[in-house]
């Protein structure tokens, strides 16, 4: 492998009181610049993944090594300099509701560089509320005023405030429309090529998986049971990622794509 | 590109044609001086970027700020640097950031329209609120199968019974007081026995509903608001209705019931309560025993007074209920509202308690229940 891993985790192991075992000897490698996709059914702990991975919640056992730097049983202010560089967007944005978007965008530059003057502030948040895709009236705005689209393009560009390497996106096309999912799949893989992100994207999304992902792994059974890309994936005789990629919707999103590319 | 902090150096090398150096990284972590620097910089400026390792979107708006509005000029630029430089000039539209400013006095005149009007409208809602709740009621008596006895019997436990210990202990040392207070003044005319009186009357007519009530209003009146803001924020209470519950049914007449209900009755634990404690204060500092003391207060305190106090209670479990799930209701948009209507619930109903109470003081002494 001559790409060198961004993310590695070994013998992950998470549970929830006695008898709620959700990962069990997990292992998983995120490699630099790719875009890797996290498929599983509902309850196989994607979200305790990403959780665990920036820090949100202590895994029982287990290794974590994001950016080089081993993550579990670090304290907050310790953490800090990891943490500036990736960027987090939450399911339903978690943006903070009493600030105006621009404002959302500006507390991360603002925790970190205090030292930076207002206006320049202003210039920044500005640009990244741009290139997140939103319009130009949206920086003033609160979130409860934004669409459910634009506010998890508002959540994409508090993420990229501090132009992070590594980004985490949680079901970014879960309740968009098609044509607004399909805009925010190109938006994430223009983001990503042109600022040379790492994505770690967790996602049910069928369409985003064909469209956007480099690879994909399977959580099934308390630990990735498969990573590769949906080719290599087909390949493998695991009933479900038979039934998830050959299922009705997975034929239908593969054959969108066929045809996406004799078109093009 | 781990090595953020690394050996970066931006300087400026001072050549006659004012050419602006940049090595190292150029990112966010130096924007506060690279700004600085640029700025000092004399005009016509050229920005040679050949040295620059690393640069991230904050380092390019540098760059790209300062060719926009001083015409400097980039040589130098790496293919990933110039492919940054393009990005930002990409996404460089005139955005607003921030709300439109307007000048302090007509900030002001904002505010204070905006104020009248809020407080036009929260009257009107409160109004059309009073309305929905007796419309509520109304459909409650035509079709009592519509009653949630579960529902409202909850709300007696969660308005009354837990609330028997804070109030009891507070109504207690309440009695306790007005005996140490009385009995310090009156000693001085040598007519300690009175204090009895002062204990029965104050506590009975006055002191047990009203504080009873400033009690209720803190406990229940705000969770009554943050429990039905909750709810709106939630959308649950739309989910309500789309499913054909009507929320003043069954959020509203519920809590209602329960402190119109639970409030005489709180009130009259009240007022035994605080007649304990002055009872126990007397037999203690003046050597009156029990035995007598009933007796007095039985001499001494008119049954009207027992109808002040008991009549007023409901009255004010009625307007607590009321401002608390009325500015429930009023929350929208963020978590913040929960929170300021929560404390508009307590305020209000505590103002309106108090304002009610005077009323009530006055009518009573012209009824004749002195």
Not at chain 1, 184 to 192: H, S
Not at chain 1, 221 to 236: F, N, Q, R, W, Y
Not at chain 2, 237 to 257: F, H, N, Q, W, Y
Request: glycine fraction near 10%; include cysteine.
């Amino acid at each position: 492998m001559t790409t060198p891993a961004i993310i590695t985790i070994r013998g992950l192991a998470n549970s929830f009181g006695e008898d709620q075992q959700v990962h069990e000897g997990l292992d998983l490698e995120v490699r630099r610049g790719e875009i890797l996709g996290v498929v599983g059914g509902s309850g196989t702990g994607k979200s305790v993944l990403m959780r665990s991975i920036i820090g949100l919640q202590t895994p029982d056992e287990g290794e974590i090594d994001v950016l080089g730097e081993n993550m579990i049983g670090r304290d907050d202010l310790d953490a800090k300099n990891i943490r500036r560089r990736w960027g987090i967007l939450f399911q339903n944005g978690a943006l903070f509701s009493t600030l105006t978007v621009a404002e959302n965008v500006q507390v991360p530059i603002r925790e970190y560089f205090p030292f930076i003057k207002p206006p320049l502030l202003d210039e920044i948040a500005s640009y990244k509320i741009a290139m997140s895709g939103l319009p130009a009236d949206a920086g003033p705005k609160y979130p409860s005023e934004l669409s459910g689209g634009m506010r998890k393009r508002a959540g994409l560009a508090r993420a990229l405030a501090l132009d992070p390497e590594l980004l985490f996106l949680d079901e970014p096309t879960a309740g968009l429309d098609p044509i607004g999912a399909a805009a925010f799949d190109e938006l994430i893989v223009n983001l990503k090529q042109r600022l040379e992100l790492t994505v770690f994207l967790i996602t049910h999304d069928l369409d985003t998986l064909y469209a956007i992902c480099d690879r994909v792994a399977v959580l099934s059974d308390k630990k990735v049971v498969a990573v590769g890309t949906i080719e290599e994936l087909l390949a493998l005789d695991h009933p479900w990622i038979q039934d998830y990629f050959n299922g009705p919707r997975g034929r239908a999103a593969s054959a969108g794509l066929n045809k996406g590319h004799r078109e093009a | 590109m781990g090595d953020d902090q690394a050996d970066s150096d931006t300087r400026r090398e001072s050549e006659s044609d004012a050419v602006y150096r940049m090595t190292g990284s150029l990112t966010i972590t130096r924007a506060a001086s690279t700004q600085r620097e640029l700025d000092a910089a004399q005009d016509p400026l050229t920005i040679d970027l050949a040295g620059v390792k690393k640069m991230d979107t904050v380092g390019a708006w540098l760059i790209h700020r300062t060719m926009r509005d001083r015409q400097a000029k980039v040589v130098g630029a790496s293919p990933d640097v110039q492919k940054l430089l393009e990005q930002v000039a990409d996404a460089d539209h005139p955005t607003k950031v921030r709300p439109e400013q307007r000048s302090a006095p007509m900030r002001a005149l904002d505010e204070l329209g905006e104020w009248v009007s809020e407080a036009g409208r929260t009257l009107i809602g409160l109004l059309g609120f009073l309305g929905a709740v007796m419309i509520g009621f109304a459909a409650v008596i035509r079709h009592p199968k519509r009653f949630r006895l579960n529902a409202v019997v909850q709300r007696f436990d969660l308005v009354g019974v837990r609330a028997l210990g804070i109030i009891g202990l507070m109504t207690f040392l309440i009695g306790v007081v007005i005996g140490q207070q009385g009995a310090v003044q009156l000693e001085q005319f040598g007519a300690e026995v009175y204090t009895i009186n002062l204990i029965g009357r104050l506590s009975i007519r006055e002191l047990a509903t009203l504080m009873t009530a400033i009690m209720v209003a803190g406990r229940s009146g705000s969770a009554f608001a943050a429990q039905i803001g909750t709810m709106k924020i939630t959308e649950e209470i739309d989910a309500m209705r789309t499913i054909g519950v009507s929320p003043v049914e069954a959020l509203v007449i519920p809590r209602m019931l329960a402190s119109v209900i639970m409030m005489p009755l709180l009130s009259f634990f009240a007022m035994i309560m605080s007649l304990l404690g002055g009872g126990i204060f007397v037999w203690v500092a003046l050597g009156i025993p029990p035995l007598t003391f009933v007796q007095r207060i039985q001499e001494v305190v008119p049954i009207t007074d027992l109808y002040v106090g008991l009549i007023k209670a409901p009255v004010f479990g009625f307007i607590i209920a009321l401002a608390g799930c009325f500015q429930g209701m009023q929350v929208e948009g963020n978590s913040e509202e929960v929170g300021t209507r929560t404390t508009a619930a307590v305020v209000q109903s505590i103002f309106l308690v108090i304002v009610l109470d005077a009323v009530f003081a006055v009518f009573f002494s012209q009824v004749g229940w002195l």
